[in-house]
């Protein structure tokens, strides 16, 4: 099957294809080629079985017809010829959510996402999270159903498997080094807890632990510079060549390290106003380069973290077809978005994601580079990244006053803060903890065995064994399966019951009645209605992905500040994040579009900067992104708050009123 689909991928010089456009389909060569192919959403055409033509054309008719449906429904269906000039205007929640149970009535059968949400998030429903990306490994009633002791539990106790569950321990290694010794318990106590959860996240991203190796790092960039540093790049002139929209620091570390190992850097670009893949700027780029072997590292993400455009699965498979390894940035996929028929029929060389603790309230946690063993030659030990950033997975340390006199636990106050995309833990954790005590154990000793350092014994151990003698020989070791351990990850179960098609259509209403509510605010005091939200990427679109990027625009036309609107989102209990759209590819017909939005990097996202200054061009925006477990209600009250700048003076007054509150006005 995967050498019928690379038959039709290998097209790089089809003059069908448009320079704006997706990679094309395969040919129809009429209607009996119709009836070999059927195209799943989001996946890649499959040769069917032979079967009578009524049966065939009614399954792909029905395909059609539910997507067309879909857009009709969501572009028409919602507040038909309604227009909101001011926030007060706009429908109670209640109103709200009865239109949209009607445009996705599809909706209503997803009742389970939030009875979970209810009964395991409840501190969701006191602060919108829009600003994660990655896997939820814990829930909120799971983190906190016990308190943790002051003291160690005894060897072996039945309640050593207690919040917080575990820390991360730097190690000195290189990623060729850790793969190859996969997931055998070390000194530092992998092999315990640490397996336990590699096992545990492996099942659920449906990964094979016998054709990949999990290497964990201490977040994404971490993950993307140490490939960047491990991967063959100064043999034979390789290249880098990565697909995003918006500036990324991981991209942009693993960028600098290629460079200064001898890469040549390439990146895709994206056709405007959709921010598609540039299709024919795409595959000049991939048939560049040598004949033979392989051209270097592809960097593909399946969806933009920022617009929530979506890029086929067939460009992987191109890729791999002229030569290049794959990486697939899997951080902004839903959290089983991973288990697709893509992806079991397309391995990539390199996968990463990033987990964290619990969503919206402990961010902390760790990244997963996962590694094909078949591509291991592709790796070379290095160095410098020794030094970068690989992880163990170890028991978590509660050091009391008895311990060198002080004591390392921390009871963080509840805070928002705004968990950036890529977490920094080279220092600590960080982000909100919710009084969870968290104890630190970043040390970088790989040598030492984790459950003896500082006299200290772990939550997580076996009961220590009477030493051997001539009476009493040490019995043999236990078989295998009885020292598995096994870890209880109420997020990723969470994840597991729902599935991917339920979390696929969650999210698909969502996100298109969000984009379709914005556009329906607009200014009073303009003859025509100016709007007040620009949307960047796809509209209202059956496959976007669970991203939202917008700006906000005042009366006159100019922008909001997407630093401001961030700022005063937070003070609403909402959180999003800001990013910075580049690699933009304008047609001639929207030479206007140039001119009015791109600026330059640097320029903080209000007004326009002249376009005479230096730096690279794209366009600072707003973004925010869904999670399985974000409900119609966070949409609505991210809509609402928007709606919010109708009022031409709202920004004045929110800053007279923190002055009121003696409260410090932050400039930006």
Sequence with gaps: MLVLINKYLSRSKNPAAGDDGEMPTPPANGAERERDYMCISGCVP????????IATTTITTTARTSRHNFVKSAASG???????????????????????AAAFPQYAGL??????????????????CLDYTGINLFSHAQMNSSVPSTSASPPGSSGAWQPPFFDIAYKSTSLRSQVQCGDVASASGEGGIGGAVTRRVMASLNIPEDEYAMVCTANRTTAFRLLAESYSFHSHGKRLLTVYDYESEAAGAMAESARRRGAEVMSATFAWPGMRVHAGDLRKKLVRGRRRGHRGLFVFPLVSRMTGARYPYLWMSAAQEHGWHVALDACALGTKDLDTLGLSLLRPDFIVCNFFKVFGENPSGFAGLFVKKASLAALERSVIARSIGVVSIVPARRWSLHDAGYSTELDHSRSFADPAEDLDLTSSFSGPLSGTLI???????????????????????????P????????????????????????????????????????????????????????????????????VYGPRVKFERGPSVAFNVYDWKGEKVAPALVQ?????????LTCGFLRNIWFAD????DRAAHLEHM???????????????????????SLGFLSNFEDAYRLWAFVAKFLDADFVEKERWRYTALNQKTVEV
Excluded at 439 to 445: D, I, T
Excluded at 567 to 575: E, G, M, Q, T, V
């Design 439 to 465: 104890a630190l154990s970043l040390r970088n000793v790989p040598e030492m065995d984790a459950a003896e350092e500082n006299g200290h014994t772990p939550e997580i151990r076996e009961a220590d064994s």
């Design 46 to 53: 499959v040769r069917v079985k032979r079967a009578p033509v």
């Design 602 to 624: 640097g320029g903080g996202g209000g007004k326009r900067k002249d376009t005479g200054g230096g730096g690279e061009m794209g366009i600072y925006v707003v973004n925010a």
């Design 78 to 100: 919602l507040f038909p010829g309604a227009q909101f000039t001011n926030h007060e205007s706009l429908p109670a929640l209640e109103e709200a959510y009865s239109e949209f």
């Design 111 to 128: 009742a389970q996402a939030d009875a979970i949400r209810d009964g395991e998030y409840q501190h969701l429903d006191r602060h919108v």
């Design 567 to 575: 700022k005063l989102a937070d003070r609403h209990n909402i959180s």
């Design 589 to 592: 017909r929207y030479d206007a």
């Design 467 to 534: 030493p051997a003698t001539d009476k009493h020989p040490m019995p043999p070791p236990p078989p295998a399966e009885e020292k598995e351990m096994e870890v209880e990850c109420r997020g990723l179960d969470h994840a597991d019951a729902l599935g991917l098609i339920a979390i696929g259509n969650r999210l698909r209403c969502i996100s298109n009645w969000l984009v379709v509510a914005m556009q329906k605010l607009r200014h009073p005091q303009s003859e025509h209605g100016k709007p007040l939200v620009r």
